[in-house]
Nanobody, 115 residues
Framework: VQLVESGGGLVQPGGSLRLSCAAS????????MSWGRQAPGKVRELVAS????????NYADSVKGRFTISRDNAKNTVYLQMNSLKAEDTAVYYC?????????WGQGTQVTVSS
């Protein structure tokens, strides 16, 4: 299993970023996927999840209405569109797949929201 995130960077408050996570090594279309984040000195938190076919999504209260998770099963990729970014969104963002017997995380991509 390999999960490779990309799309992070430095953005001003109020700006937008789109993260991507390219998955390989498993049957992507049969698993729900999630995005999590970890800020310095804080525990990792789950911010968004999407079902295997994309028909169900769930968000942490802190990002609801600003972030959108989506997936393209033909491209084995899950996305996180982040709008109206705030300083408190600064963190390393990871994608995750839970296979029951084991949870896999990518290496993460840094998102910094600062003026």
């Amino acid at each position: 299993v390999q999960l490779v995130e990309s799309g992070g960077g430095l953005v001003q408050p109020g700006g937008s970023l789109r993260l991507s996570c390219a998955a390989s090594g498993f049957t992507f279309s049969t698993y729900a996927m999630s995005w999590g984040r970890q800020a310095p000195g804080k525990v990792r938190e789950l911010v968004a999840s999407i079902s295997s076919a994309g028909g169900w999504t769930n968000y942490a209260d802190s990002v609801k209405g600003r972030f959108t998770i989506s997936r393209d099963n033909a491209k084995n990729t899950v996305y996180l569109q982040m709008n109206s970014l705030k300083a408190e969104d600064t963190a390393v963002y990871y994608c995750k797949v839970d296979m029951g017997y084991r949870t896999y995380w990518g290496q993460g991509t840094q998102v910094t929201v600062s003026s």
